[in-house]
């Protein structure tokens, strides 16, 4: 069964720190891959996602991703993360246009001022 | 555009009683799912339809939860009867059907069961 795994459950950074959040996913053929966040009290919202094409993809907020397909990862990144990020981040998978889209378990960051 | 619409926002009911959480999703969009959000399991997903047609309901805990979808503009999920452990947030999201579009959450429902 396909899955998605989000290794760091609760990423602790100083302001300014540079951020990377992995993810991997378990499925041998095409894929669309998003990222979500979900601030405190609020519902998931799209950083990012990826369709096709360039492999390193640029979301709003500064964040961007790279799909490596040989690793099945799609890593988010930021160079330098702001207090305002604190946020729980998902991870997502499609594989087809019926099917369900899967989450990872989140990765928790907290930014220290 | 509205956005995913859920109601209530809120809701606190004694364990017994039913429950029914509503979703209008975004116009246009064919696929609509049910999520259930807790501090100890995460994001789950309990059922989601495409053109207001169930395709995969493994999530659904139990039988006491239902899910329908009359029309395009509305669906509903159902408890009952509810339980203490069924205390969670409920999202409801909606897409294309389409793997290269994202979904689009609801500010979803606090449930809590006492």
């Known amino acids: 069964a396909q899955s998605v795994s989000q290794h760091n459950h609760h990423v602790i950074l100083s302001e300014a720190a540079s951020l990377e959040l992995g993810c991997n996913y378990s499925y041998g053929g095409t894929v669309n891959l998003f990222w979500y966040v979900q601030y405190p009290g609020q519902h998931l919202q799209l950083l990012l996602k990826?369709?096709?094409?360039?492999?390193l993809v640029k979301g709003i907020k500064g964040f961007e991703a790279e799909f490596i397909k040989s690793k099945f990862s799609f890593n988010l990144r930021k160079p330098s993360v702001q207090w305002s990020d604190t946020a729980e981040y998902f991870c997502?998978?499609?594989?087809?246009?019926?099917?369900?889209?899967?989450f990872g378990s989140g990765t928790r960051l907290s930014i220290r001022p | 555009d509205a956005g995913v619409i859920q109601s209530p926002r809120h809701e606190v009911t004694e364990m017994g009683q039913e429950v029914t959480l509503r979703c209008k999703p975004i116009s246009g969009h064919n696929s609509l799912f049910w999520y259930r959000q807790t501090m100890m399991r995460g994001l789950e997903l309990l059922i989601y339809f495409n053109n207001n047609v169930p395709i995969d309901d493994s999530g659904m805990p139990e039988d006491r939860f239902s899910a329908k979808m009359p029309n395009a503009s509305f669906s509903t999920l159902k408890i009952q009867p509810s339980e203490p452990r069924d205390s969670a947030v409920y999202f409801c999201?909606?897409?294309?059907?389409?793997?290269?579009?994202?979904?689009?959450f609801g500010n979803g429902t606090r449930l809590t069961v006492t």
């Open positions: 990826y369709f096709s094409g360039d492999p």
């Open positions: 999201a909606s897409s294309l059907a389409d793997r290269g579009s994202p979904l689009h």
């Open positions: 997502a998978v499609r594989i087809s246009s019926a099917s369900k889209i899967i």
